[in-house]
């Protein structure tokens, strides 16, 4: 019975196999070398332009505090004005 089970497994595993041995077969060559000089090229012509965001300000993050147990606050609080006027 667990035999059977496992059978089940069977055309998956080929198939997983085959894929990746085609896959390798089609990448043996890779996508060909590229002259230095020309890559030198494109990359200085890729700094040269303006990036999309280059102007903009940037969103300061939230600092994200510590979740453990015995975390203190980091700054002084301010008192609760609708506590102090309870209070007196």
Do not use: C, F, K
Request: charged residues 25%; glycine residues 6%.
């Amino acid at each position: 019975m667990p035999v059977e089970i496992l059978l089940w497994l069977v055309p998956s595993a080929v198939v997983t196999v085959v894929a990746m041995l085609w896959v390798a077969w089609l990448g043996r060559e890779g996508r060909g070398e590229v002259d230095r000089d020309v890559a030198v090229a494109r990359l200085a012509a890729a700094m040269q332009r303006d990036h999309a965001a280059a102007g903009r300000e940037r969103p300061t993050a939230p600092r994200d505090r510590s979740t453990g147990i015995a975390v203190r606050p980091s700054r002084a609080q301010q008192p609760d004005p609708a506590r102090t006027r309870r209070s007196a």
